[in-house]
């Protein structure tokens, strides 16, 4: 009997997992699956090696990092002057996908038009590895740190399966003391936490623009499901004005759990013994306690829900990534108390520009580079490295402000 009740347990501790993970738990066992869906996307031949990337990195990468396959048809269609990219995998990785794919189509459109040829024109600033041939690296974190080839955030929050060359991957360098800069610099940018005074209408939420990095790959393996990167940058809801910053490099519960049989299987240079990484509960801790500072509490016990709204490009990181990540390795590794409090709720900016400008939702960007080139500004720094997409969000979101 007790056997059986240990089993149970086990059991009913499994299902609330596999719910919090958004998967189907059936009552017949324990096993779970997630349907597979495939979708197919109408590419522009022009912006077909934009999508692709140089040497087939971009689409690699966004394979991994979305947890999707995509495959190209061979031929073009002649008739429409496309071609047909193929992707597979669970609905919320297929729709992620889709929306950088058609970050890539707009870019690779963008510089089309503008008098690019083939697989367009490189910016006059040097590119980062691997697909980044348009990112503005030297102004990003890792660019005004002095590092030009940027850094990889992978590597900064402990592992790397890409085997760096000359000190980088395509993601950019495998360096523990570039990444701590990085990150110090970036923080520095911004006005330390409590010191940028009151809010112009302190009955408004003041709003965290919030980009995570990672947990994109659900059915990924080593860790390849979990948050790595949490940059917020805080601003008054008034007057755009910059309130402070936060960064942590969160490092994968399963990289702790699991480090001797990943030492076994990849070559010691793939791990960053000096990460500044910590595990994401104490991520957590660490942000609602700089939101409090932010905000001029004495401490968490007087910051409310209302008193903050994150603002992130899409629904993903608060809806979906967050939540997911709470609940590993076992359900509540992050207390209920303590999501209800932060995650309750956010904006999307991408609602809220298609909204501002009055634009149909079949002409609205899908995504931050799409609102940037709309907007005429250049993405500044490595795209998906979470520090530069914020500071990038924020520049699209100052755009409502008045002067």
Request: with cysteine; glycine share 12%; net charge positive.
């Amino acid at each position: 009997i007790d056997e059986d009740h240990d089993r149970l347990a086990k059991l009913n501790a499994e299902i609330e997992r596999r719910k919090a993970e958004g998967q189907e738990a059936y009552s017949s066992g324990t096993s779970g699956c997630s349907v597979k869906i495939e979708e197919r996307i109408e590419v522009p031949s022009v912006a077909v090696g934009f999508v692709i990337g140089r040497g087939g990195d971009r689409i690699k990468e966004l394979s991994v990092e979305c947890g999707v396959r995509m495959n190209f048809d061979r031929e073009d269609d002649m008739a429409s002057n496309t071609r047909s990219l193929r992707i597979r995998g669970s609905e919320t990785a297929v729709l992620k996908a889709k929306q950088h794919i058609q970050e890539a189509i707009d870019e690779g459109l963008a510089i089309y038009k503008g008098g690019g040829k083939g697989k367009g024109k490189r910016d006059s600033r040097k590119g980062g590895k691997g697909g980044k041939a348009f990112d503005r690296v030297g102004d990003g974190a890792g660019g005004m740190a002095g590092f030009e080839q940027g850094i990889c955030k992978w590597f900064a929050a402990g592992f790397c399966r890409n085997r760096a060359h000359n000190g980088a991957c395509r993601n950019g360098l495998h360096s523990a003391e570039a990444a701590i800069k990085a990150e110090a610099d970036w923080v520095a940018q911004g006005p330390p936490s409590g010191t940028a005074g009151p809010l112009k209408d302190p009955s408004r939420p003041i709003l965290l623009l919030l980009d995570l990095e990672g947990g994109g790959n659900r059915d990924g393996t080593d860790g390849e499901d979990e948050i790595i990167e949490v940059p917020v940058l805080a601003m008054d809801p008034v007057t755009g004005r910059e309130m402070g910053r936060f960064h942590r490099f969160a490092r994968p519960g399963f990289w702790d759990r699991n480090l001797a049989n990943m030492r076994q299987r990849f070559p010691l240079e793939c791990f960053n013994a000096g990460t500044s990484s910590v595990p994401f509960p104490e991520v957590v801790s660490a942000l609602k306690a700089w939101i409090c500072s932010v905000l001029g509490l004495q401490g968490p016990a007087d910051l409310k829900g209302d008193s903050f709204l994150f603002v992130t490009c899409g629904n993903w990181d608060v809806k979906t990534a967050i939540p997911l990540q709470c609940h590993k390795p076992v359900p509540f590794t992050v207390d209920a108390g303590t999501q209800k409090l932060l995650f309750s709720r956010w904006s999307n900016l991408k609602e809220v520009f298609r909204e501002h400008y009055r634009l149909p939702e079949d002409r609205a960007p899908t995504g931050m580079r799409g609102m940037l080139n709309r907007l005429r500004i250049p993405l500044a720094g490595q795209h998906h490295l979470g520090m530069d997409d914020v500071s990038n969000l924020a520049k699209i979101l100052t755009r409502r402000f008045p002067p």
